[in-house]
């Protein structure tokens, strides 16, 4: 019997030690330029993704830019981490990327927010995050698409928090289509962040496979119990059906084109009547002619996203 409950000690132990590790920094390597980033993620670009990359990046050597290996459950998970590189104590925001996979990562030529763009709002004077999310960027693991995948955003939060340069109690979340999703699925589970920005946010996915049935085929192959039950499976994944478990204190930019193909104008819109029908704060800018990127608006985007953090930030 002593025999057994020291067992059970030791396994209650080393169950503590490993959920405090958590967000802990595995492996940190400091990006100093372009072509250091191209070496570090190992990709052969075409000359045209270089030279598109590179008109992307004029702030990256502006900041301080580093790739990052953190734990999240029991997986080495790859990221991002940003932040000026004047000293001080700075505000956080943790970007949530888009699309699935290598689709859409952070730093895939053709993703609306790469880490070029997170270069520029770290120069405006913010400590940056971005997961890849498990299982991809040579992370370990398989993502979920709002799966056990949200973890791996909920675990930057220590991350910064060890940060000494963070003032983590003035920490923001800014997604971006798939983002703002991961996005609302976090903030279900923390209340820690304090504003919210979001570009053509995927709120409604029951509606969107209606759109584009190629993406049935795609979830079932990564997306747990997808086969089993669809529609369960992917209402809890559509913020539209539970707008009302979502805190009210949290004001949210919601950045919407009128031309975007790949998530319907229409989506962004009834959820912004959710928002004012269960009083959660928000503003909606819509561009007129802006595609899924908003690509063609940019320095729009990038005014309103630093009006906003600077305001409830700063």
Same mark, same amino acid.
């Given at each position: 019997?002593?025999?057994?409950?020291?067992?059970?000690?030791?396994?209650?132990?080393a169950?503590q030690?490993?959920s405090?590790?958590?967000?802990?920094?595995v492996?940190?390597v400091?990006l100093?330029?372009?072509?250091? $980033?191209?070496?570090?993620?190992?990709?052969t670009?075409?000359?045209?993704?270089?030279?598109?990359l590179?008109?992307r990046?004029?702030?990256f050597?502006k900041?301080?830019?580093f790739?990052?290996?953190y734990?999240?459950?029991?997986?080495r998970?790859?990221?991002?981490?940003?932040?000026?590189? !004047?000293?001080?104590k700075y505000?956080?925001i943790?970007?949530?990327?888009?699309?699935s996979?290598e689709?859409?990562?952070?730093?895939h030529?053709?993703a609306?927010?790469g880490?070029?763009?997170?270069a520029? $709002?770290?120069?405006?004077?913010y400590?940056?995050?971005?997961?890849?999310?498990?299982?991809?960027?040579g992370?370990?693991g398989?993502?979920?698409?709002?799966?056990?995948d949200?973890?791996?955003?909920l675990?930057?939060?220590?991350?910064?928090e060890?940060?000494p340069?963070?003032e983590i109690?003035r920490l923001?979340?800014?997604?971006w289509?798939r983002g703002g999703?991961?996005?609302?699925l !976090?903030?279900?589970?923390t209340?820690r962040?304090k504003?919210i920005a979001?570009?053509?946010?995927?709120?409604n996915?029951?509606r969107?496979?209606?759109?584009?049935?190629?993406l049935?085929?795609?979830?079932?192959e990564?997306?747990?119990?997808?086969?089993v039950n669809k529609?369960?499976?992917?209402?809890?994944?559509?913020?539209?059906?539970w707008?009302?478990?979502?805190?009210k204190?949290?004001p949210?930019?919601?950045?919407?084109?009128?031309d975007?193909k790949s998530?319907?104008?229409?989506?962004?819109?009834d959820?912004?009547?959710e928002? !004012?029908?269960?009083?959660?704060?928000?503003?909606?800018?819509?561009?007129?002619?802006?595609s899924?990127?908003?690509?063609?608006?940019h320095?729009?985007?990038f005014n309103e996203?630093f009006?906003w953090?600077?305001k409830?930030?700063?």
């Amino acid at each position: 019997m002593f025999k057994l409950l020291i067992i059970l000690f030791l396994h209650v132990i080393a169950i503590q030690a490993f959920s405090q590790s958590n967000g802990k920094i595995v492996e940190k390597v400091a990006l100093k330029n372009f072509g250091e $980033l191209i070496q570090y993620i190992k990709v052969t670009e075409s000359r045209d993704s270089v030279k598109l990359l590179k008109s992307r990046f004029k702030y990256f050597d502006k900041v301080q830019v580093f790739g990052i290996t953190y734990w999240s459950d029991s997986l080495r998970v790859k990221g991002f981490l940003l932040r000026p590189k !004047t000293p001080g104590k700075y505000p956080a925001i943790i970007y949530n990327r888009g699309g699935s996979l290598e689709h859409g990562s952070l730093t895939h030529p053709m993703a609306s927010i790469g880490l070029g763009e997170l270069a520029r $709002l770290a120069h405006r004077g913010y400590v940056i995050a971005a997961s890849q999310y498990r299982g991809n960027g040579g992370g370990e693991g398989q993502e979920e698409y709002g799966g056990n995948d949200i973890n791996d955003v909920l675990n930057l939060i220590p991350l910064l928090e060890s940060q000494p340069n963070v003032e983590i109690s003035r920490l923001g979340m800014f997604g971006w289509s798939r983002g703002g999703m991961t996005t609302f699925l !976090t903030i279900k589970r923390t209340k820690r962040i304090k504003a919210i920005a979001l570009g053509a946010p995927s709120s409604n996915l029951t509606r969107t496979i209606l759109d584009r049935p190629l993406l049935d085929e795609w979830w079932s192959e990564f997306i747990p119990n997808y086969n089993v039950n669809k529609a369960e499976v992917l209402k809890r994944r559509s913020v539209i059906y539970w707008v009302n478990e979502l805190p009210k204190n949290i004001p949210i930019l919601l950045l919407q084109g009128e031309d975007d193909k790949s998530l319907l104008p229409d989506f962004t819109l009834d959820l912004s009547k959710e928002f !004012t029908k269960h009083k959660i704060p928000y503003r909606l800018i819509k561009f007129e002619a802006g595609s899924h990127s908003l690509k063609a608006y940019h320095e729009e985007v990038f005014n309103e996203l630093f009006k906003w953090f600077d305001k409830y930030l700063k």
